[in-house]
């Protein structure tokens, strides 16, 4: 068979992923990465696959969303998985590395081929002329250099500069007994779930929202949100102003308690099975623990399981379901692929995710086999199937319960619940891994 050329386009967790996953099954991979160079203003190092924020990538416990994606990854052969247990650091439950380390492993795995070549260049074209695909993989911070051939492709109205997104919550964590369905003024097809409050449950969740710990915003992110209202900085505006904006209550009667509500916050479906639910206007940069306190005063949400919680930081991201299939493959132009948090995939771990799903599904593609279906009862067909289902607006995800395909038969406890889920997503990977599917 051909060796197969691929070029892909920067060296984050993506990046190295998918080059590792090329590179391991025979393919002349050429990485593209602007470092040494030129870094981003959050990038300091000279090595690839740098860790910029936290140096954990969350807990390892197979029964949490965020473990079962890591022992996913791990059955199929995860490159940044595997130089993250060499260079891990006690953490607790969670697994978290010697940053310094890592890239430094990554880097020294990567040059050890002889099929690889690292082009240092500040890249500003996509070109496949000379190769038999490519996958962009340039990350949240991509460089401006890249800007106008993405909007080549996408369009100016198709390419994201920051995320400014609301929370996520889980449907079956919500108190139903304190939320109603309808829609204001009873016009369309009551497509809200809303959650009053009456004026001392308004006064409480204010008082502690006005006080609640917001999140450090780094110099080049501070000028990119000022369209973009954080729902706390707004509540500082006034104690009423929440109630003329996003909690507003006009239009909205509870009629199972024959009144009208003091303030309402209203929750829009997230995906299309209605497993997850969007806290409309919700923009926020309150720390996460500080979500959580205060978002669950509202009495609807006193229990609410956040799958994602809402961040604002600089960020660029397509509309990945108007352009990718779920292989990560440009519509357009099959052979180019996408990868990384350009994606709308959001974490190091999902990142990483799906470079090795592009670069296994383009390999596949282009060695003349099918793709591989990953199906949505695991976590990564799920995201694959995110970034690919066109659902109302698009906005970034990382690895939750909630976007898996419900159980075949509901289990009420919460801990069994997951358990399932896990069980069930890593039967499935084996039996792709065990049919030689990848």
């Known amino acids: 068979m051909r060796k197969l050329k691929v070029k892909v386009i920067g060296g984050g967790f993506a990046g190295v992923e998918a080059c590792y996953q090329l590179l391991k099954r025979g393919a002349d991979v050429t990485l593209v990465e602007m470092k040494p160079l030129k870094k981003s203003p959050a990038h300091n190092l000279d090595t690839l696959c740098e860790v910029v924020c936290s140096n954990s990538f969350k807990s390892d416990d197979v029964n949490t969303s965020s473990g079962l994606l890591?022992?996913?990854?791990?059955?199929?052969?995860?490159?940044?998985i595997k130089i993250a247990e060499e260079t891990k650091v006690p953490a607790g439950n969670a697994l978290a590395v010697d940053r310094y380390a890592f890239s430094n492993r990554v880097t020294e795995e990567l040059l050890k081929f002889d099929n690889f070549r690292w082009m240092k260049k500040i890249e500003s074209n996509i070109d496949c002329?000379?190769?038999?695909?490519?996958?962009?993989?340039?990350?949240?911070?991509?460089?401006?250099?890249?800007i106008p051939a993405l909007k080549a492709i996408f369009g100016i109205d198709f390419l994201y500069f920051f995320d400014a997104v609301a929370p996520i919550v889980s449907a079956d964590s919500i108190d139903y007994s304190s939320a109603f369905v309808a829609s204001r003024y009873g016009k369309g097809d009551s497509d809200y779930l809303n959650c009053p409050m009456?004026?001392?449950?308004?006064?409480?969740?204010?008082?502690?929202?006005?006080?609640a710990?917001?999140?450090?915003?780094?110099?080049?992110?501070?000028?990119v949100f000022e369209g973009c209202m954080p729902i706390e900085v707004m509540a500082k505006r006034g104690a009423d102003t929440?109630?003329?904006?996003?909690?507003?209550p006009v239009g909205l009667y509870?009629?199972?308690?024959?009144?009208?509500?003091?303030?309402?916050?209203?929750?829009?479906?997230?995906?299309?099975?209605?497993?997850?639910?969007?806290?409309?206007?919700?923009?926020?940069?309150?720390?996460?623990?500080?979500?959580?306190?205060?978002?669950?005063?509202?009495?609807?949400?006193?229990?609410?399981e956040f799958v994602r919680y809402g961040v604002?930081?600089?960020?660029?991201?397509?509309?990945?379901?108007?352009?990718?299939?779920?292989?990560?493959?440009?519509?357009?132009?099959?052979?180019?692929?996408?990868?990384?948090?350009?994606?709308?995939?959001?974490?190091?771990?999902e990142s990483a995710l799906s470079g090795l799903i592009a670069a296994i599904q383009g390999f596949r593609i282009f060695s003349g086999k099918s793709p591989v279906d990953f199906t949505s009862e695991t976590i990564t067909g799920a995201l694959c199937n995110h970034v690919s289902a066109d659902f109302g607006d698009y906005s970034p995800m990382n690895s939750n319960f909630g976007i898996l395909s419900p159980l075949a038969e509901h289990v009420r406890d919460k801990s069994q619940r997951k358990a399932a889920y896990s069980k069930r997503s890593l039967q499935v990977i084996k039996n792709i891994v065990r049919n030689q599917e990848v």
């Open 70 to 80: 890591k022992a996913e990854m791990r059955l199929l052969d995860s490159f940044v």
């Open 129 to 146: 002329e000379n190769y038999d695909f490519v996958i962009v993989a340039t990350g949240p911070l991509t460089d401006e250099a890249i």
């Open 198 to 211: 009456n004026k001392d449950e308004y006064k409480t969740f204010y008082d502690n929202l006005i006080d």
């Open 213 to 223: 710990e917001a999140v450090a915003l780094k110099d080049f992110e501070i000028n």
């Open 242 to 248: 929440m109630r003329f904006g996003p909690l507003k």
């Open 254 to 304: 509870d009629e199972r308690k024959n009144e009208r509500p003091y303030a309402v916050l209203q929750l829009r479906k997230e995906n299309a099975a209605g497993t997850l639910y969007n806290l409309v206007g919700f923009q926020t940069n309150l720390k996460f623990s500080e979500q959580k306190r205060v978002f669950s005063l509202i009495p609807a949400l006193k229990d609410a």
């Open 312 to 349: 604002m930081h600089r960020n660029t991201y397509i509309n990945a379901p108007k352009f990718l299939n779920k292989y990560f493959q440009l519509k357009q132009n099959s052979k180019i692929f996408f990868a990384g948090q350009i994606t709308g995939v959001e974490g190091y771990m």
